[in-house]
């Protein structure tokens, strides 16, 4: 198999400090445009992970609370380790505006989001839509505000 190298699998997930947003690069498209790839680490690696229901909810949850934070999103989608997400956006853009509108986000889904605010959650609207819990997202969402979001995926510079 020919061998590629994938920045996230150099990274030393036993050195970092979750909860954390990294900027992972910023990448130039052939025709000049830009777009940054953010890491957002909820829970810290190999020793906790989101149940999927509870990280699904959150998926669904953060794809509008974040696009109404944040102009230029593209895509925010979990990690298979389901320890956090990746956060693709348009153009040049900082880690601390990013973990500011992460933390709106997720006070919004502790404090205020209801079931019927919880968007695709119907069969036509999602690929697994009985797997959900939004009290499941609420509860982690409580732990990872009461822990503190970092700009930095080593030292703890909680915003
Ligand atoms: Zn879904």
Request: net charge negative; hydrophobic share 40%; with cysteine.
């Given at each position: 198999?020919?061998?590629?190298?994938?920045?996230?699998?150099?990274?030393?997930?036993?050195a970092?400090?979750?909860?954390?947003?990294?900027?992972?690069?910023?990448?130039?498209?052939?025709?000049g445009d830009?777009?940054t790839?953010?890491?957002?680490?909820?829970v810290q690696?190999?020793?906790?992970?989101i149940?999927?229901?509870?990280?699904?909810?959150?998926?669904?949850?953060?794809?509008?609370?974040?696009?109404t934070?944040?102009?230029?999103?593209?895509?925010?989608?979990?990690?298979?380790?389901?320890t956090?997400?990746?956060?693709?956006?348009?153009?040049?853009?900082?880690?601390?505006?990013?973990?500011k509108?992460?933390?709106?986000?997720?006070?919004?889904i502790?404090?205020?989001?209801?079931?019927?605010?919880?968007?695709?959650?119907?069969?036509?609207?999602?690929?697994?839509?009985k797997?959900?819990?939004?009290?499941s997202?609420?509860?982690w969402?409580?732990?990872?505000?009461?822990?503190?979001?970092?700009?930095?995926?080593?030292?703890r510079?909680?915003?």
């Amino acid at each position: 198999m020919p061998q590629v190298e994938v920045e996230s699998f150099q990274l030393d997930h036993t050195a970092v400090k979750a909860p954390y947003v990294r900027k992972i690069t910023i990448e130039e498209g052939p025709l000049g445009d830009k777009i940054t790839n953010f890491d957002l680490r909820l829970v810290q690696p190999n020793e906790e992970a989101i149940g999927m229901a509870g990280l699904h909810t959150i998926e669904h949850l953060l794809a509008g609370l974040l696009r109404t934070r944040l102009t230029g999103v593209i895509d925010c989608s979990p990690f298979g380790c389901q320890t956090g997400f990746h956060l693709i956006t348009w153009g040049e853009q900082d880690n601390t505006e990013i973990a500011k509108a992460l933390k709106g986000a997720l006070t919004e889904i502790a404090q205020a989001v209801t079931w019927e605010d919880v968007p695709g959650t119907t069969i036509e609207s999602c690929g697994n839509y009985k797997n959900h819990s939004l009290f499941s997202a609420k509860e982690w969402a409580k732990l990872i505000l009461s822990r503190g979001i970092s700009t930095d995926p080593f030292e703890r510079k909680v915003i």
